[in-house]
């Protein structure tokens, strides 16, 4: 067990839906990053943010944000779904920003679009 | 353009052998490579980090090493267990933040009984 916590663990939407994705981090951890996994494109980083502020942008499509509170959970809200948002969603919380920190998967949620 | 490629694309072995998987990158300049194991349908969990003036890392019987000339590093696995098996993804990443992370696709490796 990481620490980190997500939550639905399975979610099942229908296309052109939004839907909300929750992450508690380790207790003490200020980042959190956001990962997407599905089968034909491997592991892909989303987003980081740090103590409620966004510090990184990877390969995030516009219908997605994400969000920081200032309790440090996270949310990755997902709009306008289609077929291809099909995938594992991970989340990630180190100690701090560093670039060499060890990251805490935890054990992501199964977003499925009918 | 940056890739990284790893292999073998999958791997067998028997329980008690030791294994090495290997991983090629072409991402310049360099900032840091991270391995980690991926049981299925579970998060990654990090096995080693390392920056571009290290050149061997353990973590318990997984050594990984890396030649910044070549542009090669590896994951040896000492005395495999059937928990080993796993997919173990090589993470390259440019100096500039988690933006400039390059994924391989990993390797899938069964241990055997």
């Known amino acids: 067990d990481s620490g980190v916590t997500q939550t639905p663990k399975h979610l099942i939407t229908a296309t052109g839906q939004r839907v909300t994705l929750r992450c508690s981090p380790r207790?003490?951890?200020?980042?959190v990053y956001w990962y997407q996994q599905s089968l034909d494109q491997g592991l892909q980083f989303l987003i980081q943010y740090y103590n409620g502020e966004e510090r990184a942008k990877g390969n995030i499509l516009e219908r997605f944000s994400a969000q920081q509170f200032p309790d440090l959970h996270s949310e990755l809200n997902l709009s306008s779904l289609e077929l291809g948002d099909s995938a594992l969603y991970f989340c990630?919380?180190?100690?701090?920003?560093?670039?060499?920190?060890?990251?805490?998967f935890g054990p992501g949620t199964r977003l499925t679009v009918l | 353009k940056n890739q990284v490629e790893q292999s073998p694309q999958s791997l067998i072995i028997l329980e008690g052998k030791n294994c090495t998987l290997q991983c090629n990158y072409t991402v310049s300049p360099f900032s840091n490579l991270r391995w980690y194991k991926q049981d299925t349908g579970r998060g990654p969990v990090s096995l080693t980090i390392?920056?571009?003036?290290?050149n061997t890392k353990s973590n318990g019987r997984y050594t990984a090493t890396l030649d910044a000339d070549t542009k090669q590093s590896s994951l040896h696995i000492t005395a495999s267990q059937l928990s080993d098996s796993a997919s173990y993804i090589c993470v390259v990443s440019a100096p500039g933040g988690y933006n400039k992370l390059i994924f391989g696709a990993g390797t899938r490796l069964a241990v055997h009984p």
């Open positions: 207790s003490g951890d200020l980042s």
């Open positions: 390392m920056t571009f003036s290290e």
């Open positions: 990630a919380s180190s100690a701090t920003s560093g670039f060499t920190d060890t990251q805490y």
